[in-house]
C-alpha cells in the first residue's frame, strides 16, 4: 500500500506517480488522504491498480479512467468519473451534478444519490446508483445503462438514443422521446448481473426499463412538436 | 465563475470563530472571482431603539467621527461609529428613514451599504485576501455570514457592483450566476420606485426582491416569484437575520454544495471551501435542487 498525503504532496505529483504506474508493476493499491476536495485526483489512470480516496473530492475525480478501480470514501463533486473508458469508480457518499458523464465504459456505482444530468451524453458506461437521481439525468445517452434505485428526477432520459434505464422507484417526468419499455428475460438477466457486479443488494424484478421511442434521432416534420 | 459562502453556526464556539472560517472559505474561492469581494455578517444586534447602517466612502481617510457627530445632532441621539476599512458601522438612534433622507440630502457621495438589527456588509475590489485583510474579517464574531468573491460578467468591477447587495432590512442577496432579463427589470423596478444604483444584475435581483417583500410577499413567496420573472441561471444565497435561504434555477447549472453537521451549516459553490471547517469529514454533503428553496433560521 502506497499512501500520498494531499496535505503534503501536490495534486499533480500525485497524479503524476499515479499515471507513471507501468504494466506489470507492483505498484497497485494506493491510498490517497486528505483531499480536501480537491479537483481532478486520480484523473487518466491507465494501469488496473486500486486507489482509495479517504475523503471527499472536487470535480472530476476519476476522469478518463482506463482499467484502474478508485474509491472514493466520501462526496464526488462534478463529473465524477467523466469519459471513464474501463475500469470502476465507486462513491460511498452522495456525487454532484453531471456522474459518469460521456463515460464510454467501465462501471460507476454511487452509493448514495446522485445529483442532475447523472450519465449525461453516456457512451457506454454502466452506471448504478443505490440512491435517487436528478433531474435530466441520461440526457442524450447514447449506450451504456444507467440503472437507478431510487427515484428519477424530471426528464429522464431526455433525447435518448440507444441507452437502457432501469429504474425502481419514480420518475417525475420522462424527458422527450423517452418512454417505458417491456422488461424481457434477457433485461432481467443482464440487470441482475450488473446489481450484483456493483455490489448493490437489489432485484432486478423490481424495476422498470425506459429508453427511446427512436423518433427524434431524425428531423421529421411529423414529429416537430416533440422538439 | 463568481464564488459563494456561508457558514451558519449552531454553537457558540463557532460564532467566535465564524469569521476565521468564513475567511479561510472565501480566500478558497479565489480562483473563482479575482475581481472583488465582500461579505455579511450577522451580529452584535443594535441596541434597542437604534438601527446599525454600514456605509461606504471612496476615501479612506473619510471623517466618520464628524459624520458621525453631524448625524447624532441632526436625529437628536448619539451616534456610534466603528471604521472598517473604507467602511463604517454606524448605530443610529430612532426610524432608519430618518437616517436615510438625512444621508441622502447631506451626504449624497456616501453610500448606503447595508441597514438593519444585526447585518454588517463589507466588500471591495480587489483579491479576497486583500478584502479579508481590509476589513480585518479573521476577528469578526457572529451567529452566520455569507461571502462571495466575484468574477465579473455582466458590470464594471467596482465596490458598489460587488456582493452581496442588500435586499431590505438585515437581508442580503449574493450571486453566482448572470441574469439576461436585467435591463428590462431594472427599468420596471425604477418605474415602481426600486433604487438601483448600478447596472449590475445581481442588484436588478436584490431589487426584484425588495419590491416583492415590500408588497408583502414572505421571502419564500418572493423567492418563488422570482422563478418566473429572473431569466437567468443562478444560484442565490440569500442572509436573513435568522438564517438565510438558497435558490437554484431550474436547470441548475451553477454548482452549490451543502455540508451540514451538528455545530454548522454551510454552502460554497465548490466543497473546497467548506473542507477546513472543523468535522468536515463527517459532515453530510448534497447538492440543492434546482427550483427548491433550502431555509435555514434560528428558532
Known sequence: MIDVDLAKSDLRSLNSRLQAVSEGSNETEWRVLNPQGAHAVAVGLTQPIRVEVQGHVGFYCGGMNQMAEIVVQGHAGPGVAENMMSGKVRVTGNASQSAGATGHGGLLVIEGDA??????????????????????????????????????????GDSIYEAQIFLRGKVGRLG????????????????????????????????????SARKLYNFNVDHADSY | MCGIVRLYCTTPEMERKLGDYLSSMLIEMTDRGPDSAGVAFYREPAPAGHVKVTLFAGDSDYDWSRLAADLGEALGGDVKVSRHGSHAVLLVPGAFEAARAYLEEKHPALRLVSAGDTIEIFKDTGLPEAVVEAFSLRQMTGTHALGHTRMATESAVTTAGSHPFSTGMDLCLVHNGSLSNHNRLRAFLRKRDIEIQTENDTEVAAGYLTWRLREGDSLEEALTAGLKDLDGFYTFAVGTREGFAVLRDPIACKHAVMAETDDWVAMATEYRAIANLPGSDQARIWEPAPSQIYSWSRS
Open chain 1, 115 to 156: 445529483s442532475s444530468r447523472c450519465g449525461i451524453s453516456m457512451k457506454g458506461i454502466d452506471i448504478v446508483v443505490k440512491g435517487s437521481v436528478g433531474h435530466m439525468s441520461a440526457f442524450m445517452a447514447q449506450t451504456g445503462r444507467l440503472v437507478i434505485c431510487g427515484d428519477a428526477g424530471d426528464d429522464l
Open chain 1, 176 to 211: 422527450a422521446d423517452c418512454i417505458e419499455k417491456e422488461m424481457r428475460p434477457e433485461h432481467m438477466e443482464a440487470l441482475q448481473s450488473l446489481l450484483d457486479q456493483a455490489g448493490v443488494e437489489a432485484k432486478a424484478t423490481e424495476f422498470r426499463r425506459y429508453g
